[in-house]
């Protein structure tokens, strides 16, 4: 529609970034343009997460200022993303429009008021194409969904269960973004490795579809040299097959994203993981055997239901003992609807789940500096997202390709999303410091 414009507010995980990419393009096809300034959209959008209360609260606090909007001019909102039912019955009314992101096709019909004469009908969520906010980084998503129903999670309530994409599908999106000369490609799923097992046959046990690791190789031979990466995996349907895939991949990068959660196998019982810390353990010892220079971040929760001193001290020494080199780390947040709202309390105080979210960070720190410092005096390859001009040159922040942040100190500045040569001179907790070679 011409001269009618968008902002999209994203908040959460990648899938969720990956999801605005696409309700972009959709918007466009519609005749939307973007923006970046809020205050002059037709049409402002949030692509919600409900996994976390203090999100849920942050899109409460942007309702009061659009209703003081519309008092004064036209204005479309709308609401998609991740959203429990109870906060969806809650926001629903306080939105002009609330769209299932799977359900993008319908956005059409929608947006009849904003729409142009000659209404667009759109394809399925899948075959968008998306509008990449990177030049050189593509979340590619091969599913949606979730079938593990942790306890405390509130996914499968909100992107329902596991739905696997065509692999034809997949595979043509990622060649079309490697001839536009994408860098880096970064495969999304609540539970990746669990790709296509929704599609099995329950009569013979038959198989549509290929599974993770088939695709992960069909992709990884797409490409002479790119980066190969994928979100977020779960150590039940962590295979033997993907570790030996990994460790074989000309493209696929040394890097694993393995939630753990807590390091009390009563703790993982009540989160209802499927997996014990022996397990775990097992599984994380075969991947670095595997790969060796792996760098392996992982997702922990600190202040569960019932988590005493001795299940903390437990998580501690786990973080400690496996060297995570990244942790994604929450406080718990009861969401009203999981399991564990409605089985367990929320019985840990605020200022120790602060105080415990601190300690592992901390270790988290020490364990990153300890495999950061066996960098110095490598070469590696880095990929640049940023460039700050300084005083003296300029600033380039970037990846290696194990996902350590890497800072370079130029007088020219490099171009973002190339790859780079560079010489690793100095190593702390945040990432590492190189120069060229």
Not at 55 to 84: E, F, M, Y
Request: overall charge positive.
């Amino acid at each position: 529609m011409p001269n009618k414009k968008f902002h999209l507010i994203i908040s959460g995980c990648q899938m969720n970034m990956s999801d605005a990419e696409r309700l972009a393009t959709a918007l466009q096809q519609l005749g939307f343009q973007r923006t970046d300034n809020e205050e002059e959209a037709d049409l402002i959008g949030i692509i919600a997460c409900s996994v976390k209360q203090t999100a849920v609260d942050k899109i409460h606090g942007k309702i009061r200022n659009w209703q003081l909007i519309k008092t004064k001019r036209p204005l479309i909102t709308l609401l998609s993303g991740c959203v429990l039912e109870n906060d969806r019955k809650k926001l629903k009314d306080k939105f002009d429009i609330f769209l299932d992101i799977k359900n993008l096709d319908s956005l059409a019909a929608d947006l009849q008021a904003a729409a142009p004469e000659e209404k667009l009908a759109l394809p399925n969520f899948f075959d968008i194409k998306p509008n990449h906010y990177s030049k050189h980084r593509a979340y590619v998503p091969i599913m949606t969904g979730c079938n593990k129903f942790c306890s405390y999670c509130a996914v499968p309530y909100t992107r329902g269960r596991e739905t696997s994409r065509p692999s034809d599908s997949i595979i043509s999106e990622i060649k079309k973004l490697l001839e536009d000369d994408y860098k880096e490609i970064i495969l999304l799923g609540q539970n990746v490795n669990s790709y296509g097992l929704d599609k099995k046959s329950a009569r013979g046990g038959g198989n549509p579809e290929i599974s993770f690791p088939e695709l992960l190789k069909q992709i990884d031979n797409l490409g002479d040299h790119f980066w190969l990466k994928y979100l977020t995996s779960h150590p039940y349907d962590m295979s033997d097959e993907l570790i030996e895939v990994m460790k074989h991949g000309q493209n696929i990068n040394p890097y694993l994203h393995l939630p753990v959660q807590a390091g009390s196998d009563e703790m993982l019982k009540k989160m209802n993981r499927h997996y014990s810390i022996a397990e775990y353990t097992t599984l994380i010892k075969k991947v670095r055997q595997a790969i060796p220079d792996i760098a392996i971040s992982t997702d922990i929760i600190v202040g569960f239901s019932g988590e005493n001193k001795k299940d903390f001290q437990a998580t501690k020494k786990l973080v400690k003992k496996l060297k995570f080199n990244l942790s994604f780390t929450s406080q718990y947040s009861e969401r009203i609807g999981t399991t564990a709202a409605k089985l367990y309390p929320d019985d840990i105080s605020k200022q120790t789940k602060k105080d415990r979210f601190n300690i592992i960070n901390d270790q988290i720190g020490v364990n990153a500096k300890k495999y950061n410092k066996k960098l110095v005096h490598t070469n590696q390859e880095a990929l640049i997202d940023v460039v700050k001009k300084t005083k003296t040159g300029y600033k380039n922040i970037g990846k290696l390709s194990n996902y350590v942040a890497v800072y370079i100190i130029t007088q020219e500045p490099i171009n973002i999303g190339e790859f780079i040569q560079v010489k690793i001179i100095q190593a702390d907790s945040w990432g590492v410091q190189a120069e060229l070679k």
